[in-house]
């Protein structure tokens, strides 16, 4: 029999040790939440838990970032809520706004790991109770998500219906031949924000983060951040349904998250629209899920230097 590496290596901790199970004061402190909606999704998917796929891809990372030349695992707390169950259930947003209401508060950001979009619509509408108002909304999207009716593409319109200024919602991404005049129109009359994918890719990507936080979370409001993750390229989101040629790079993505989390006006933000039966056998869309979950927290510690 060959000899097969130990892959444990106390002097290589992966980012998995970085979930826990309450607060630390030592620590910046960030919530975790599974909300793994799929019931309503326009394209059929699997019930498979996208949020545990996530945390268990956590293991194949570090928690070294050498960008910010510091240890995660020595500055950050990532507390684990766990999955909430029945996620398109009819008291699912009861239910997500008591976990949101428990929380301690030394937390400074919610990461929302979905589901399909359903779960920004449920995520935001239980966070910003009784009134959405007083909130603004930035996307990562290659879709406007105005559609009529109730289902994943759908979020954004059933938010302005709820009372979300369209005034403070900006959508980046946007992508040709993958939404339609007459919901582009809807989102011009409701003074929606958008920043296509080819205007995003003329500008610098922190000046596109800097004008959307601007505008979103005008007047001292509250922002809540929606990552698409089919808003990406095929080739990097393969567990994405609705993804397509030309999106996004895995690294566009990952600066993205890192940028805006940085703000301190960003109180959530989700991860959204992977079916994990659809990826790729190396599992790249959950890695890169899990990657830019830890993009958030080298965002959240970023505010602290």
Same mark, same amino acid.
Request: net charge negative; aromatic share 6%; with cysteine.
């Given at each position: 029999?060959?000899?097969?590496?130990?892959?444990?290596?106390?002097?290589? *901790?992966?980012?998995?040790? =970085?979930? +826990?199970?309450?607060?630390? @004061?030592?620590? %910046?402190? #960030?919530? !975790?939440?599974?909300?793994?909606?799929?019931?309503?999704?326009?394209?059929?998917?699997?019930?498979?838990?996208?949020?545990?796929?996530?945390?268990?891809?956590?293991?194949?990372?570090?928690?070294?970032?050498?960008?910010?030349?510091?240890?995660?695992?020595?500055?950050?707390?990532?507390?684990?809520?766990?999955?909430?169950?029945?996620?398109?259930?009819?008291?699912?947003?009861?239910?997500?706004?008591?976990?949101?209401?428990?929380?301690?508060?030394?937390?400074?950001?919610?990461?929302?790991?979905?589901?399909?979009?359903?779960?920004?619509?449920?995520?935001?509408?239980?966070?910003?109770?009784?009134?959405?108002?007083?909130?603004?909304?930035?996307?990562?999207?290659?879709?406007?998500?105005?559609?009529?009716?109730?289902?994943?593409?759908? *979020?954004?319109?059933?938010? =302005?219906? +709820?009372?979300?200024?369209? @005034?403070?919602? %900006?959508? #980046?991404? !946007?992508?040709?031949?993958?939404?339609?005049?007459?919901?582009?129109?809807?989102?011009?009359?409701?003074?929606?924000?958008?920043?296509?994918?080819?205007?995003?890719?003329?500008?610098?990507?922190?000046?596109?983060?800097?004008?959307?936080?601007?505008?979103?979370?005008?007047?001292?409001?509250?922002?809540?951040?929606?990552?698409?993750?089919?808003?990406?390229?095929?080739?990097?989101?393969?567990?994405?349904?609705?993804?397509?040629?030309?999106?996004?790079?895995?690294?566009?993505?990952?600066?993205?998250?890192?940028?805006?989390?940085?703000?301190?006006?960003?109180?959530?933000?989700?991860?959204?629209?992977?079916?994990?039966?659809?990826?790729?056998?190396?599992?790249?869309?959950?890695?890169?899920?899990?990657?830019?979950?830890?993009?958030?927290?080298?965002?959240?510690?970023?505010?602290?230097?």
């Amino acid at each position: 029999m060959g000899y097969v590496a130990d892959a444990r290596d106390p002097n290589w *901790p992966s980012a998995r040790s =970085l979930l +826990a199970t309450s607060t630390n @004061a030592d620590r %910046v402190n #960030v919530a !975790l939440v599974g909300l793994a909606t799929f019931a309503t999704s326009v394209t059929p998917r699997s019930a498979t838990s996208t949020p545990e796929a996530i945390r268990r891809s956590l293991e194949r990372f570090s928690t070294w970032s050498y960008s910010d030349l510091v240890d995660l695992g020595e500055v950050v707390a990532l507390v684990d809520y766990g999955d909430i169950l029945e996620p398109d259930g009819e008291t699912v947003q009861e239910r997500l706004r008591a976990v949101f209401d428990s929380l301690d508060m030394s937390v400074v950001l919610r990461v929302v790991l979905g589901g399909d979009n359903a779960a920004t619509w449920h995520a935001l509408s239980a966070l910003s109770a009784p009134d959405v108002s007083r909130w603004g909304l930035v996307t990562l999207d290659a879709h406007l998500d105005l559609r009529d009716g109730i289902s994943n593409g759908s *979020p954004v319109r059933q938010l =302005l219906e +709820a009372g979300l200024p369209g @005034a403070n919602v %900006v959508q #980046v991404g !946007l992508a040709d031949f993958s939404n339609s005049a007459f919901y582009a129109k809807r989102a011009r009359d409701a003074g929606i924000t958008v920043i296509s994918r080819d205007e995003m890719r003329s500008q610098s990507l922190d000046d596109v983060v800097d004008r959307a936080l601007d505008i979103a979370g005008a007047d001292g409001r509250k922002v809540y951040v929606d990552i698409d993750m089919d808003a990406g390229d095929r080739s990097v989101v393969p567990g994405c349904p609705a993804s397509a040629p030309g999106g996004l790079s895995a690294d566009e993505m990952r600066r993205f998250v890192r940028r805006v989390t940085s703000d301190a006006r960003v109180a959530a933000l989700d991860l959204t629209e992977i079916d994990v039966e659809r990826d790729s056998e190396d599992q790249r869309t959950v890695r890169l899920a899990a990657l830019l979950v830890l993009e958030a927290l080298a965002g959240v510690w970023r505010r602290q230097v």
